[in-house]
């Protein structure tokens, strides 16, 4: 009788899908905003889209203490040093959200200044088109990143 009852309660797993899975609900975020995206992206901190639900709530003000950088808005060349910096002073594993049309593709700025694309700068994981992104959007890429980290294998 009290072997089926532990039976009930027990979950088997291999360790890293549990430390996949860990990891994808505790993502904390770095967010890089630079533009009218940031405006936007601020409204997915509000109640009403609650990002506390996915493990992505606070941001973290230092890149050494986060492990997923929001990229929000518009990258120049000069921006595109630091934005660098911050991603090499992440700590290992550290994921990229490029969000806005202007991070994932340079936007509507086709000039000498505006990089064309972060991803010309550093590894991008996930990207959340438009401009600017709608909050439902942004939660999607969340999520989809959340996939990719519990479907990604895991260094113990």
């Known amino acids: 009788m009290s072997e089926d009852k532990i039976l009930d309660n027990v979950i088997t797993t291999r360790m890293d899908k549990f430390i996949g899975w860990a990891r994808s ?5 770095y967010v890089f905003g630079t533009a009218c995206c940031a405006m936007e992206f601020m409204s997915v901190s509000s109640s009403h889209y609650d990002t506390d639900r996915f493990g992505a709530a606070m941001p973290r003000y230092s890149p050494r203490q986060s492990d997923m950088l929001m990229i929000v808005g518009t990258i120049t060349h000069k921006q595109a040093p630091v934005l660098r910096r911050v991603w090499e002073q992440m700590a ?4 990229v959200v490029a969000v806005g049309a202007c991070a994932v593709s340079g936007g509507f700025y086709r000039n000498y200044a505006v990089v064309q694309g972060a991803d010309r700068v550093i590894p991008v994981d996930v990207y959340v088109p438009g401009c600017p992104p709608r ?5 999607d890429g969340i999520m989809a990143l959340q996939e990719k980290i519990r479907n990604s294998k895991q260094y113990l």
């Open 92 to 95: 290992e594993p550290k994921y």
């Open 25 to 29: 609900y505790s993502l904390w975020q």
């Open 135 to 139: 909050p439902e959007m942004i939660l």
